[in-house]
């Protein structure tokens, strides 16, 4: 029985600054690193975003994705990708007044209130 192709490894972060460090490409090269953060806003789509969005974005393998809920003025997080279900492994709410940290780029955060309307 033939054996499946193995998949491509998948670019990261730290594949990119391995190829900075190894002169691959230089530090000003342009470099696009695609889909490490989806970010929704839902009002009346709400639902759909997070259960059928979200089972999109954890099949395709989206590391994280955030939804900015309007109805209850927070942002659910999710993280840990399982593309077999698909669904997220882990969840949380950030409210007014917090920082969420980037999975993929710790060093970074955005305050929740940046995301959120005035009120």
Known sequence: M????AAPPRDTVERYFGLVETGRIGPDDRVELLALLVIEVADASLTQ????KAAIYAAA????YWLVNLRDDCVEVFRAPDPGTPSYRESTIAHRGERIALASLPDASVAVDDLLPRP
Not at 2 to 5: E, G, M, Q, T, V
Not at 49 to 52: G, K, L, P
Not at 61 to 64: C, R, T
């Open 49 to 52: 975003d997070r259960i059928t």
């Open 61 to 64: 393998g989206i590391p994280e």
């Open 2 to 5: 033939a054996r499946p192709a």
